[in-house]
């Protein structure tokens, strides 16, 4: 059992170093002799590359060769793995996976944006090669459910997987609810501790969800990547009010993903929803992500922890590097599951009866609630309860129903009508109530 690769170092060069590189070289250094243990043998960092060498990071860079070219350092810096911190789906950080893979290196990965786009082409390139691309830290931070899904519930067939799984947008509805403070300030905060993309209207739109969710989906179910099969909205439209209507009613608004083996294809989403206050993700606050899965055999797990900020992500990306350095071999991707006849590209959202939350605004005149009520009859729309605060005429009001189970695009239809009433007075508000 003495396997001369086993003892020498594992040598690795990490291209960007902000809030995720700088993080890593951290852990790498302070849990060097744990690493080791663990590993089998040291894992090294030998070179690393990023925009500014002279930026102050809290971490000494003199150990390392310094390359301002990360393609460069990809290709010439002989280590055994190049971990990519640059973030983007284009550019830099792909230009440094491909010339990584090309030259035979293994590669670790927080990114999500770029597997989304070309998981399913650098998965191939990857196995032609024979290395590794390995990418714990591109969903849900230190949650190690990516592999929870390739290793621990391998199995499973898996029926759905759906979790918080942003980080920014958990903690500004967290942190809206529990302060009364304002999305731009919240945002900013978040920006500050590091949990935000480059550009956050990837988080608050959805898209970055959509990505963790994209991978998510393909492991879970065996399909390539189909990010284009994702439908997305984000919280930019979650207001203060309907936080506090939420709370109300028995909810909490979070921020879902959810992937769903619907017959032969797959409903994956990405939405704000009420969540019930009796089900575990409505507790999940702040910066935690959870992914919760249901297989056949094991029936359901959840899983919780950090999904953004330094400590976690590095913890995520140094446990790959661990896995390289064991000379552990998995797959990239999922591995196809019998049944499933388009693989990754059908999603049939909306055709299931679902439960909705619906606030609006309305000039506080008589005959106002009647003319709502006679378009949910005509389209046959039927209201669970209805929620109106104090009355205060001629002002504005906010006007809160809840709607029995009825098809997204029937009720699309109706709210589409309401919204056209002289007497609304901003575009109504619809949010989906999930079953959980
Ligand atoms: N911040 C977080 O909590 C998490 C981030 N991620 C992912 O990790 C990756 C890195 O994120 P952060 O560290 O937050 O970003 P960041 O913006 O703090 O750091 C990016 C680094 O890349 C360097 N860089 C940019 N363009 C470059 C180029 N052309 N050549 C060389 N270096 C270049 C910058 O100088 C900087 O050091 C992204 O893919 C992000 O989506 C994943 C999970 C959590
Ligand atoms: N911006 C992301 C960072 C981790 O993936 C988030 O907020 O979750
Ligand atoms: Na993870």
Not at 120 to 132: F, H, I, K, P, S
Not at 235 to 240: F, L, M, N, P
Not at 267 to 279: C, I, T
Not at 322 to 342: F, K
């Amino acid at each position: 059992m003495n396997d001369p690769h086993k003892s020498a170092a594992l040598h690795v060069a990490i291209a960007g170093l902000g809030t995720v590189g700088a993080g890593t070289l951290r852990v790498l250094s302070d849990q060097a002799t744990l690493i080791a243990r663990r590993a089998g043998r040291p894992v090294v960092v030998t070179a690393v590359s990023a925009r500014d060498r002279t930026r102050d990071r809290g971490v000494d860079l003199s150990a390392y060769t310094w390359f301002d070219d990360p393609v460069a350092m990809a290709r010439d810096s002989g280590a055994d793995v190049i971990v990519e911190l640059i973030g983007g789906a284009e550019g830099a950080a792909r230009q440094v996976v491909e010339a990584a893979l090309d030259a035979g290196r293994h590669v670790v990965t927080a990114n999500k944006a770029l597997l989304a786009h070309h998981g399913t082409e650098l998965a191939a390139r990857a196995e032609r090669a024979g290395v590794g691309l390995l990418y714990e830290a591109a969903v849900a931070g230190g949650i190690p459910i990516i592999k929870a899904l390739r290793e621990g519930l391998a199995a499973n067939e898996i029926r759905s997987v759906q979790g918080i799984l942003n980080g920014t947008c958990n903690y500004i509805l967290t942190t809206m609810r529990e302060t009364g403070r304002d999305f731009e300030s919240v945002l900013s905060e978040a920006q500050a501790l590091g949990y935000a993309e480059a550009d956050p209207t990837f988080d608050i739109d959805g898209i970055d969800a959509a990505h963790k969710l994209a991978l998510l989906v393909s492991l879970a179910f065996g399909a390539p990547v189909d990010l284009a099969a994702v439908s997305v909205q984000g919280i930019r439209h979650v207001s203060a009010l309907d936080i506090r209507f939420a709370g109300e009613l028995g909810y909490r608004i979070k921020l879902l993903a959810s992937g769903e083996r619907l017959g032969d294809g797959i409903d994956a989403r990405v939405a704000p929803v009420m969540v019930p206050l009796d089900a575990p993700l409505a507790h999940v606050e702040g910066v935690y992500n959870a992914v919760v899965t249901e297989g056949d055999i094991v029936g359901r797990s959840v899983f919780q922890g950090r999904g953004a900020g330094a400590g976690p992500t590095a913890s995520a990306v140094v446990a790959d590097l661990v896995d390289l350095a064991r000379g552990h071999q998995v797959p990239v991707l999922g591995v196809p599951v019998e049944g499933l006849t388009q693989a990754g590209t059908a999603a049939t959202p909306g055709s299931r009866p679902e439960r909705y939350y619906v606030r609006l605004m309305v000039l506080d005149r008589p005959g106002v609630f009647a003319e709502v009520a006679d378009i949910l009859r005509e389209e046959r729309v039927s209201m669970e309860s209805i929620l109106q605060h104090g009355r205060d005429p001629g002002e504005c009001v906010p006007v809160v129903m809840i709607v029995h189970d009825t098809e997204e695009e029937v009720l699309k239809r109706a709210i589409a009508r309401i919204a056209t009433l002289s007497t609304m007075v901003e575009p109504p508000r619809v949010i989906r109530i999930a079953r959980l």
